[in-house]
């Protein structure tokens, strides 16, 4: 494994235990039959019953059980073996019938070799991928002819801003950086007060780079769609609605970006 991406996953796996305590990732209402998928996600995807659904990125598997409960016949993929290891055990644990697959991204198509009717991925899942458009052609080649793809996302232009301004927005780095970014060691983003010991490295993304990937890898874009919610808190100002999503006063920017891209049949 690239050793940026090695970096990384020794990130992802100290984090398992955190994200599984944190109060955001709501493991406990999940465990009570709560679906933790947002409605953005629900009615752009759409009806899942009886379909196969990949879930590329999927943590330790929350989203991807949501999906089955929801009717699907799901598989999820993440490169940390702590996570993978977490959602089979939820899986078990809650009786969601759920396959789980433990691989970097860009060894996926050597470990999964069939198709499906939708893939998924979402939230903070682009800024760990150096080759956007080797993860635009794995994407598409697991999606069965006629089958979707389908992403939500942090929008691009939330990379650019400081994140740690407690007052407003204010600009950190050009839109179109295309160096990778060294992160440091410092506290998790879903537990303020857990510091984790591994820095990351990641990568900026634009929303021509991610659109232009997808098609360039044979998929037709069926919808781009900017939202002013975002499924967290990323800057300290934002308020949160009876609707679990946060925004920032007047919606300055968009906060995130989904993607609906058909493979044609």
């Known amino acids: 494994m690239d050793e940026r991406l090695k970096t990384n996953l020794d990130l992802w796996n100290e984090g398992v235990g955190v994200h599984m305590r944190a109060p955001s990732y709501n493991l406990d209402g999940f ?5 933790v998928l947002f409605p953005l996600e629900l009615a752009e995807v759409g009806d899942v019953r009886g379909k196969s659904l990949l879930h590329l990125q999927c943590h330790f ?3 991807t059980m949501s999906w089955a ?3 699907a016949s799901v598989t999820g993929l993440d490169f940390s073996d702590q996570a993978i290891e977490a959602a089979r055990k939820l899986s078990a644990e809650l009786k969601i019938p759920a396959a789980f697959v433990c691989s970097d991204i860009y060894a996926a198509p050597s470990v999964l070799k069939h198709q499906f009717d939708i893939v998924f991925t979402s939230y903070g899942a682009l800024c760990w991928l150096p080759d956007l458009k080797r ?8 999606v069965k002819p006629g089958g979707i793809f389908y992403i939500s996302e942090f929008h691009p232009l939330t990379q650019c801003y400081d994140t740690e301004n407690p007052v407003e ?7 179109f950086e295309t160096a990778q970014q060294n992160f440091s060691p410092g506290p ?3 537990d303020r007060s857990a510091m984790l010991s591994h820095g990351s490295h990641e990568w900026m993304y634009t929303t021509a780079g991610v659109v232009t990937a997808l098609i360039d890898a044979g998929l037709r874009i069926e919808f781009v769609h900017e939202h002013p919610v975002c499924c967290g808190p990323i800057f300290p100002f934002m308020e949160q609605s009876a609707d679990r999503w946060w925004r920032i006063k007047g919606d300055p920017i968009p906060l995130t970006l989904s993607i609906r891209a058909r493979k044609p049949a």
Not at 135 to 142: K, P, T
Not at 169 to 175: A, G, H
């Open 169 to 175: 927005l204010k600009s950190r780095i050009s839109y």
């Open 61 to 63: 598997g929350m989203d």
């Open 31 to 35: 465990r009570r039959g709560e679906n």
């Open 188 to 190: 998790d983003y879903s």
């Open 135 to 142: 993860w635009a052609q794995i994407a598409a080649r697991f």
């Open 69 to 71: 409960r929801l009717g």
